[in-house]
């Protein structure tokens, strides 16, 4: 309730939480391991996924592909405009439409556009994966792309239990980055996919505003590990990790970001 009031006056205010609340590149879709292959769709707001904060226009992205049993698929022309909705705003977003054929891991790559945040004056730019499997064969989920900004996981990111922990290293094209600050989100508010936009009703009440946005840093060799504490979806972002510092003569902060999803305990 209270929550729900300071967010409200925040909003009504034109001030965000950018402090309290980290920004996080969707790559949504609400199954990371299926069972079978087809079409799915993946919801790519730029948001702040704990608190249903502001969604934020983004340029087109640079980038988009998806690598399976080390082929490597371009998306870009699959991406389209779509709106999103948080309980702050309805902003320009975009989604894809992808098709899954066969068993094993489809590890997915989003290069967002840089986003200038006006609020610190800086650039955002954040190197999205989400690995999403077929079947439970594993493939590529493992993988270093040797991208400039990347958390190349060591626990499975799609077969992880509620109440497990999740593995990662921060690298940057290959290299481990020591000590990396790493921001936590759990995507709180369950993204309605026939409507675009995240649900009214949030899945946990975080008992004060250090837990919206989590935040831990790597060991000296770019690993960190967080203990999943609920199912559903979560985001790791390493901030600043990237090889490009400056945009447009101001500060770039390149990020790598990874989703993860945990399943109950039945
Ligand atoms: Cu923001």
């Known amino acids: 309730m209270f929550k729900q009031f300071t967010l409200s006056l925040m909003a009504g205010a034109g001030v965000y939480a950018s402090a309290a609340s980290a920004h ?5 879709t609400p199954e990371l391991l299926r069972d ?19 969604v934020m ?3 087109p992205p640079q980038a988009f592909y998806m690598v399976k049993k080390g082929k490597t698929t371009d998306l870009l022309n699959s991406v389209k405009p779509a709106k999103w909705t948080s309980a702050s705003n309805t902003g320009d977003a975009y989604e894809a439409d992808v098709r899954l054929r066969g068993l094993g891991d489809y590890v997915f790559i989003y290069e967002m556009a840089p986003y200038y945040e006006a609020s610190e004056d800086i650039y955002i730019q954040q ?10 064969l594993p493939t590529d989920w493992n993988q270093d792309f040797g991208l400039k900004a990347e958390i190349v996981p060591l626990t499975k990111p799609y ?44 899945k946990i009440e975080p008992p004060a505003d250090a837990f919206i946005t989590m935040t831990l840093f790597a060991d000296a060799n770019g690993t960190f590990t967080f203990g999943i504490p609920k199912a559903g979806q979560w985001g790791f ?17 390149q990020d790598a970001v990874i989703w993860v999803q945990a399943h109950p305990v039945n």
């Open 127 to 136: 190197i999205t994966k989400s690995i999403v499997n077929v079947g439970s």
């Open 57 to 59: 226009a983004v340029d």
């Open 159 to 202: 077969a992880i239990y509620e109440g497990g922990t999740f593995t990662g290293v921060v690298r940057s094209e290959g290299e481990p980055v020591p000590f990396a600050e790493i921001e936590v989100e759990y995507v709180n508010y369950e993204p309605d996919m026939a409507t675009n936009g995240f649900a009214q009703e949030a």
């Open 237 to 253: 972002a390493a901030l600043g990790v990237g090889t490009d510092t400056e945009y447009q003569g101001k500060e770039l902060s």
């Open 24 to 28: 996080f590149q969707m790559l949504y």
């Open 36 to 54: 079978s292959g087809g079409q799915i769709t993946l919801k790519l707001p730029f948001t702040h996924p704990s608190e249903s904060g502001h």
